[in-house]
């Protein structure tokens, strides 16, 4: 038999078998910025969900072994902010450096014992787009076109299917991740064996209550607004910061937005300056408006609407050196990215501003998948951060009111000085809270030996 009739042979049978191989067009064959090209695979192109809207992905095998260890689903919040920049400056295998060009391996990349999926959802953001250029979009849709996304990734790479499967994201991934659970468990087909949310938007009211303790016990709001806000806010040993009729309460609620939120001090991470001094909400960049905030603001939702060029860039974030590599057209050829899709902005300004937020928390989500008593679920937050604060995380977990199996207490992990205290760890029946020490928002960002670890630990089921 000549070697290309064995060749031909050989992928039919493995067809047959349902092993083909991962789609060959999408393999990324030169990045460019390395110095060195890694040695294990990584794929980018794109995963067509329903009403032709494409989702594009960027998949790195892991550094391990690749055909046995956990495939992990990772998404970045917003609503509207791309999970390349999880990729770029978090916790990928390579970190882009400040002049936008180079890449640099990262010692704490997850990718060392898991194969990652980087999904940017929903479309509109990143390099997805919709083929009729829509991007309105809500919670329940982006569910469903997240896991019909996993569905085709499953399709695209059929070795990988009976692999744990774990999803995880970031802020308002404390959405998209139990919302997109709730479908995935219900497909016998799909192998999940748990989430992990960091940072995570899981209710509404007690992220905005906690923030007011949270501002107050750091130094922010001084004794006067303090008692203000305790004399009209609270009554018999409970405070109301969240939704309180009193016009007195809003006023001062009001004052500890414009703290948090206006005053120039970094809401990612209270203790890190911010890149490039205090931030103009507003400013004009090459005749576009640039907004500054959470995507929340009155100026975002109505003065953007009524202009053409608008870029919404998280407060106190660096994404130039993103911006300038991703639209490189030597890195957009080598991810295979679509002429179709727009130029890459760390956040969409369009997909934030037309979203629909369809759940005010994700109780319910949770308690189903504890109810199932077989997924593992770890909940985490860096304790500096005041967008997604811990404190509201920590209410959310302990409002669940699962058993108590270990009483809060410091974890440890190693850096270059030794044993160190990583945060403080409480773990229930089959959920997990913990902080990680000093860290804001983003936690492998600040904290990469730390969040290595703890990954590490959640993913192969040891003590934390």
């Known amino acids: ?43 980018s192109g794109y995963l067509s969900v329903a009403d032709g809207k494409h989702l594009h992905y960027w998949f790195v095998e892991s550094q391990n072994k690749p055909s046995s260890d956990p495939l992990v689903l990772w998404l970045n919040g917003g609503p509207g902010c791309s999970s390349l920049d999880g990729l770029l400056t978090e916790h990928g295998p390579f970190l882009i450096q400040s002049d ?71 802020s308002y991934g404390g959405i998209y991740i139990p919302t997109l659970a709730e479908r995935v468990m219900e497909d016998a087909s ?77 809401i990612y991470n209270l ?20 907004i500054r905030d959470l995507g929340n603001s009155f100026i975002h939702h109505h003065l953007a609407a009524l202009l053409p060029s608008v870029r919404l860039d998280p407060p106190c974030t660096n994404s130039t050196p993103s911006n300038l590599y991703l639209n490189n057209p030597l890195v957009r050829k080598a991810l295979h990215i679509s002429p179709k899709a727009l130029d890459w902005v760390i956040c969409s300004s369009e997909v934030n501003r037309n979203y629909g937020r369809l759940y005010m928390d994700v109780r319910k989500q949770y308690l189903k998948l504890l109810g199932a008593l077989k997924y593992r679920i770890l909940v985490y937050n860096g304790d500096v951060d005041m967008a997604c604060n811990f404190m509201g995380d920590e209410w959310f977990v302990e409002s669940l009111q699962q058993q108590v199996q270990v009483q809060r207490r410091p974890w440890i992990y190693e850096d270059v000085d030794g044993q160190q205290v990583g945060g403080f760890v409480k773990e229930f029946d089959n959920i997990v809270f913990l902080t990680v020490k000093g860290s804001g928002h983003m936690v492998p960002t600040d904290k990469p030996a730390a969040a290595f670890t703890m990954f590490t630990r959640f993913i192969k089921k040891l003590p934390y």
């Open 1 to 43: 038999m000549t070697m290309q009739l064995l060749l031909l042979s050989c992928y039919f049978l493995s067809a047959w078998l349902g092993v083909e191989a991962a789609p060959a067009a999408d393999e990324i064959t030169y990045l460019p910025g390395l110095q060195k090209q890694p040695s294990f695979k990584q794929y």
């Open 190 to 266: 799909l192998n999940l064996q748990g989430i992990a949310v960091g940072n995570g938007m899981s209710s509404y009211e007690m992220n905005d209550n906690s923030l007011v303790y949270f501002a107050y016990y750091h130094g922010l709001l001084g004794s006067h607004l303090w008692a203000e806000l305790q004399t009209y806010c609270c009554s018999n040993g409970k405070c109301n910061f969240y939704d309180n009729p009193n016009q007195n309460c809003m006023d001062s609620v009001g004052e500890v937005q414009t703290i948090v939120y206006s005053s120039g001090l970094n």
């Open 100 to 170: 936008g060009a180079t890449l640099e391996y990262n010692p704490y990349a997850w990718n060392k014992i898991t194969n990652m999926l980087y999904l940017e959802s929903p479309v509109g953001v990143g390099f997805s787009y919709s083929d009729d250029q829509k991007y309105a979009t809500n919670d329940t849709e982006v569910s469903m076109n997240n896991y019909l996304a996993l569905k085709e990734f499953f399709r695209l790479f059929p070795e990988y299917s009976k692999n744990e499967l774990f999803l995880t994201g970031e």
């Open 271 to 290: 203790y890190a300056s911010c890149p490039g001094g205090v931030p103009q909400r507003l400013s004009v960049e090459r005749g576009q408006l640039v």
